[in-house]
């Protein structure tokens, strides 16, 4: 196995090509959450009419994916890399298909597909037309463009892509179980996926699914939303630590969903209120653009 099929080298081989590309690097949002769409570079940038070209790699927790470590291609916890441009470049498809060829994809030879998949993320307002891209007939990434985020239009239009890292890696390295993966070599040792995760999966797994304590999650869950409120009520509202209090909470409301503890009309009225709260959010951070704008 070439060393340039490690997951650790392909993301960097993605990393270099999107920065050619005319992207900046930038890091991680650190905290929990459950899809890189969540990135504040992403739900700020993409509600404001203005040039910008973003590449991280986001670590994303779904408790609800959670299968305690035995299923060779679902995990709660995996990593997307995501590129974020606005406006979307003309030639962005073909420019994606470049980068499948960086990472020595045979374009030609396989079955490379863009099947439509409209996208929406319901609790931050945030939807567009897409297509999954399936190799082979595995969906290894999303594409989409944004028409709203934070339930404001978005113009002009942001496209985000959403590499599947860890499903890319299996076609690369022919692999059938994502534990199995090479993610480096170390000391002249091939370290494997499960190497890194498996245990970090199944103890994460447990928790997810049987041993989360669901008053406790209920008091910080709402602790959180109420605190989000109040900092961007704020005279001087604080924008950022409002969405990130926003963002745990809706980590801990899918904790709750994963354990079934809300019923229907609870869990519609809860997606209502993370809508509700992420456009204040967004008007506000709107507003302050523009006032600084003027000023």
């Given at each position: 196995m070439n060393n340039k099929t490690y997951l650790q080298n392909i993301i960097k081989i993605l990393?270099?090509?999107?920065?050619?590309?005319?992207c900046t690097i930038i890091p991680s949002l650190d905290m929990q959450i459950g899809a890189g769409t969540f990135h504040?570079?992403?739900?700020?940038?993409?509600?404001?009419?203005?040039?910008?070209?973003?590449?991280?790699l986001q670590a994303c927790r779904r408790p609800s994916d959670s299968r305690h470590a035995t299923s060779k291609n679902?995990?709660?916890h995996y990593y997307q890399l995501q590129v974020v441009i606005s406006p979307p470049p003309i030639n962005i498809q073909s420019t994606y298909i470049n980068s499948l060829k960086k990472l020595k994809v045979d374009i030609k030879k396989e079955d490379i597909k863009f099947v439509e998949d409209n996208w929406e993320n319901k609790t931050i307002g945030a939807?567009?037309?897409g297509w999954e891209v399936r190799i082979n007939g595995m969906e290894v990434t999303q594409f989409t463009?944004?028409?709203?985020?934070a339930s404001l239009?978005?113009?002009?239009?942001?496209?985000?892509?959403?590499?599947?890292?860890?499903?890319?890696?299996?076609?690369?390295?022919?692999q059938k179980n994502i534990y199995e993966l090479i993610w480096s070599k170390e000391n002249f040792k091939k370290v494997k996926y499960k190497n890194l995760f498996l245990q970090n999966e199944i103890e994460q797994s447990y928790y997810n699914l049987k041993e989360i304590n669901v008053k406790e999650i209920f008091y910080f869950f709402k602790k959180n939303m109420k605190e989000s409120k109040r900092l961007i009520c704020l005279n001087m509202p604080l924008i950022y630590p409002s969405y990130e209090h926003m963002l745990t909470s809706i980590h801990q409301f899918n904790l709750?969903?994963?354990?079934?503890?809300?019923?229907?009309?609870?869990?519609?009225?809860?997606?209502?209120?993370?809508r509700k709260l992420s456009k204040?959010?967004?008007?506000?951070?709107?507003?302050?653009?523009?006032?600084?704008?003027?000023?």
């Open positions: 990393e270099k090509f999107w920065e050619k590309n005319g504040r570079e992403t739900f700020f940038n993409a509600i404001l009419p203005k040039k910008f070209a973003r590449i991280y679902r995990l709660q939807s567009g037309i463009y944004f028409q709203k985020v239009d978005c113009n002009p239009s942001t496209v985000e892509i959403t590499y599947g890292l860890e499903r890319i890696a299996m076609h690369i390295q022919n709750l969903d994963t354990k079934k503890c809300l019923s229907i009309i609870e869990r519609h009225n809860y997606i209502r209120r993370f204040l959010i967004a008007k506000t951070y709107i507003n302050k653009m523009l006032n600084e704008k003027h000023n």
